[in-house]
T-cell receptor, first 113, second 110 residues
Framework: ETGVTQSPTHLIKTRGQQVTLRCSSQSGHNTVSWYQQALGQGPQFIFQYYREEENGRGNFPPRFSGLQFPNYSSELNVNALELDDSALYLC????????????FGPGTRLTVT | GEDVEQSLFLSVREGDSSVINCTYT??????LYWYKQEPGAGLQLLTYIFSNMDMKQDQRLTVLLNKKDKHLSLRIADTQTGDSAIYFC??????????FGRGTSLIVHP
């Protein structure tokens, strides 16, 4: 069974740029959630996708957007990057039926300078 | 919305038991979770408990839930140096979206 994978591991961007982060769900999982974890904080929910549709969103501005593909992989896009967007971005997948059990990837560390 | 509070640090000696505590505010939380995060890694789901349970045991892990006081604890028996990590408490309701605490950093001394 393949776990949740994310790419890239690290990246550095400049304020105002755009970034795309990628996630491959655990085999058989059709729901993906994205979280932002600032240094010293717990993860904050950004949004969730189920069957390619957004299925819930946290308190994040519209410049955070996402996609889920038919193979259940997913992207997180962030436009107009701000310094406060520097964080660890975590993807988690789950089965819709048992979606209280979420399995996290290793994360992408984004640094905005 | 849900608010989850945890103490930030806990230091124990190898072989002792560790108890990590958490309080939450939303009485409608249906699921309560404990996650572990090692340095530079994502979160690992350790265990979870449904709100209609008082206790759950899984090998060295024991979760206790006091719904009246909205208090959740995680006990790790025979703590090992490999247990050193940050432990997150989280709760969710019908949306299944967990709200996380800030995490408790567990340091295990040899």
């Amino acid at each position: 069974e393949t776990g949740v994978t994310q790419s890239p591991t690290h990246l550095i961007k400049t304020r105002g740029q755009q970034v795309t982060l990628r996630c491959s769900s655990q085999s058989g999982h059709n729901t993906v959630s994205w979280y932002q974890q600032a240094l010293g904080q717990g993860p904050q929910f950004i949004f969730q996708y189920y069957r390619e549709e957004e299925n819930g969103r946290g308190n994040f501005p519209p410049r955070f957007s996402g996609l889920q593909f038919p193979n259940y992989s997913s992207e997180l896009n962030v436009n107009a990057l701000e310094l406060d967007d520097s964080a660890l971005y975590l993807c988690a997948s789950s089965l819709a039926e048992g979606r209280y059990e979420q399995y996290f990837g290793p994360g992408t560390r984004l640094t905005v300078t | 919305g849900e608010d989850v509070e945890q103490s930030l640090f806990l230091s124990v000696r190898e072989g002792d038991s560790s108890v990590i505590n958490c309080t939450y505010t939303d009485s409608s939380s249906t699921y309560l979770y404990w996650y572990k995060q090692e340095p530079g890694a994502g979160l690992q789901l350790l265990t979870y408990i449904f709100s209609n349970m008082d206790m759950k045991q899984d090998q060295r892990l024991t979760v206790l839930l006091n719904k009246k006081d909205k208090h959740l604890s995680l006990r790790i028996a025979d703590t090992q140096t490999g247990d050193s990590a940050i432990y997150f408490c989280a709760g969710s309701g019908g949306s299944y979206i967990p709200t996380f605490g800030r995490g408790t950093s567990l340091i295990v001394h040899p």
